[in-house]
């Protein structure tokens, strides 16, 4: 039996040499859907493991008011303009807010376009420069790779310290590979004492997280006072059970701050990361039922090629069929041949997709800062698929091929 099978697969690698171009072009035709695939899979892996990963920093245990939900830009929500949050308002939150074992962040962006100076050193205009809490590293999740947090006093004193992001420490940074803890720089003229370095969290979607300096809350309300500046409110509780009663003890806090009425609703946002979780979940589904339909379409019609291809196979080799049947080879034998023939077709058809989606999926991912991570899944899926449509366009020419007429076929011009 086994020697039957061995002889088959060798037949099927000679008649494949036999027909080069037209395999070749077979194996691409089924790679291009292949590639679709696993590129699309491994593209939508890369995005939801990033963008879960950075949501997921906040902890389960987190949630934020902010000035829009981000999904309040959906449905008849989409004009909804909702007042910034004041400095005015989250002081006043911080001190009305009392929910047992809470701890409450304030954080605004002061600019994304700052220039930042040491000694005759200067960056380009693109870092992100934030007023922060004591309490906005622990709140979002953020570790010191090198250096402190700021402490209580820090902020209540309004100390000239800085903590920076961790492309400044890299060689080619602003401090040219040397330590920036200690160094004295200078934005928008105010100079700070750099007492941190931030663990790298890397880029997403082009904005690097790395390039931010955190500075105390007030300091940066005295260099950045533009009118319109939005707050944020982030809050860990330490016990997650109590995550819900606190969110709406938070709900009902700033609702009192603003002065709205029972009827009215809330013209504030607020975020939970399990939530945004579950909508990037969402998200996934329907780029991943969306990979799904391209590429079975385009699988499709590989499959069509391949069967039709192998039909023109059986046309052409009626006359060796017909050879092999008078020297006694059975009808199993003479479909196993042709049913082989479409099998390694279609593996190296997956095979070839299988790397090129890869490539593609990796290539995605590096042109846009995602987290790639190999994906097993697609890969097996890839495989699982490119065996049924060997099997579906197989079935029918190894059929034919085993029916034709031993006496007939040898009459084939």
């Given at each position: 039996m086994?020697?039957?099978?061995?002889?088959?697969?060798?037949?099927?690698?000679?008649?494949?040499?036999?027909?080069?171009?037209?395999?070749?072009?077979?194996?691409?035709?089924?790679?291009?859907?292949?590639?679709?695939?696993?590129?699309?899979?491994?593209?939508?892996?890369?995005?939801?493991?990033?963008?879960?990963?950075?949501?997921?920093?906040?902890?389960?245990?987190?949630f934020?008011?902010?000035?829009?939900?981000?999904?309040?830009?959906?449905?008849?929500?989409?004009?909804?303009?909702?007042?910034?949050?004041?400095?005015?308002?989250?002081?006043?939150?911080?001190d009305?807010?009392?929910?047992?074992?809470?701890?409450?962040?304030?954080?605004?962006?002061g600019?994304?376009?700052?220039?930042?100076?040491?000694?005759?050193?200067?960056?380009?205009?693109?870092?992100?420069?934030?007023?922060?809490?004591?309490?906005?590293?622990?709140?979002?999740?953020?570790?010191?790779?090198?250096?402190?947090?700021?402490?209580?006093?820090?902020?209540?004193?309004?100390?000239?310290?800085?903590?920076?992001g961790?492309?400044f420490?890299?060689?080619?940074?602003?401090?040219?590979?040397?330590?920036?803890?200690?160094?004295?720089?200078?934005?928008?003229?105010?100079?700070?004492?750099?007492?941190?370095?931030?663990?790298?969290?890397?880029?997403?979607?082009?904005?690097?997280?790395?390039?931010?300096?955190?500075?105390?809350?007030?300091?940066?309300?005295?260099?950045?006072?533009?009118?319109?500046i939005?707050?944020?409110?982030?809050?860990?509780?330490?016990?997650?059970?109590?995550?819900?009663?606190?969110?709406?003890?938070?709900?009902?806090?700033?609702?009192?701050?603003?002065?709205?009425?029972?009827?009215?609703?809330?013209?504030?946002?607020?975020?939970?990361?399990?939530?945004?979780?579950?909508?990037?979940?969402?998200?996934?589904?329907?780029?991943?039922?969306?990979?799904?339909?391209?590429?079975?379409?385009?699988?499709?019609?590989?499959?069509?090629?391949?069967?039709?291809?192998?039909?023109?196979?059986?046309?052409?080799?009626?006359?060796?069929?017909?050879?092999?049947?008078?020297?006694?080879?059975?009808?199993?034998?003479?479909?196993?041949?042709?049913?082989?023939?479409?099998?390694?077709?279609?593996?190296?058809?997956?095979?070839?997709?299988?790397?090129?989606?890869?490539?593609?999926g990796?290539?995605?991912?590096?042109?846009?800062?995602?987290?790639?991570?190999?994906?097993?899944?697609?890969?097996?899926?890839?495989?699982v698929?490119?065996?049924?449509?060997?099997?579906?366009?197989?079935?029918?020419?190894?059929?034919?091929?085993?029916?034709?007429?031993?006496?007939?076929s040898?009459?084939?011009?």
């Open positions: 086994f020697a039957l099978l061995r002889e088959n697969i060798s037949i099927a690698f000679d008649s494949i040499k036999g027909q080069l171009l037209r395999t070749i072009l077979t194996v691409l035709i089924i790679a291009i859907g292949i590639t679709a695939l696993v590129g699309i899979l491994s593209a939508v892996g890369a995005l939801e493991n990033t963008i879960s990963g950075n949501f997921a920093s906040m902890g389960a245990n987190t934020n008011i902010q000035r829009y939900n981000y999904t309040s830009q959906r449905g008849n929500e989409i004009n909804k303009i909702n007042p910034v949050i004041t400095y005015r308002e989250v002081k006043d939150f911080q009305k807010y009392q929910y047992p074992l809470t701890t409450t962040a304030i954080s605004f962006t600019t994304t376009a700052a220039e930042i100076k040491w000694e005759n050193e200067k960056t380009d205009p693109e870092i992100n420069v934030l007023g922060i809490n004591e309490n906005f590293l622990t709140n979002s999740g953020l570790e010191i790779e090198t250096g402190r947090n700021f402490n209580y006093f820090d902020i209540q004193n309004n100390n000239n310290v800085a903590i920076v961790a492309d420490a890299k060689d080619n940074g602003l401090f040219k590979g040397a330590s920036p803890i200690d160094k004295i720089i200078s934005v928008r003229g105010a100079k700070f004492k750099v007492i941190g370095v931030l663990e790298s969290k890397g880029s997403t979607f082009g904005n690097n997280e790395d390039l931010r300096i955190l500075i105390p809350l007030q300091h940066a309300r005295s260099i950045f006072s533009n009118p319109g939005n707050y944020n409110l982030s809050i860990k509780v330490e016990n997650k059970e109590a995550l819900e009663a606190a969110q709406d003890e938070a709900i009902l806090t700033f609702r009192n701050i603003r002065k709205l009425s029972p009827i009215e609703k809330d013209n504030f946002g607020i975020e939970r990361s399990d939530s945004l979780l579950n909508e990037i979940a969402e998200m996934s589904s329907v780029l991943n039922f969306a990979a799904w339909i391209i590429s079975l379409v385009t699988i499709f019609g590989s499959s069509i090629a391949l069967m039709n291809i192998m039909l023109v196979s059986v046309t052409e080799r009626t006359r060796e069929i017909g050879v092999r049947k008078a020297l006694g080879a059975k009808k199993n034998t003479i479909a196993v041949q042709f049913f082989m023939e479409t099998l390694i077709i279609g593996q190296f058809g997956g095979i070839l997709g299988i790397i090129l989606g890869i490539l593609i990796m290539a995605v991912s590096a042109g846009v800062g995602f987290d790639f991570t190999t994906p097993w899944l697609a890969m097996f899926w890839a495989v698929v490119t065996l049924l449509t060997a099997l579906f366009s197989g079935l029918y020419p190894a059929i034919k091929a085993s029916k034709q007429d031993p006496i007939e040898l009459r084939y011009e």
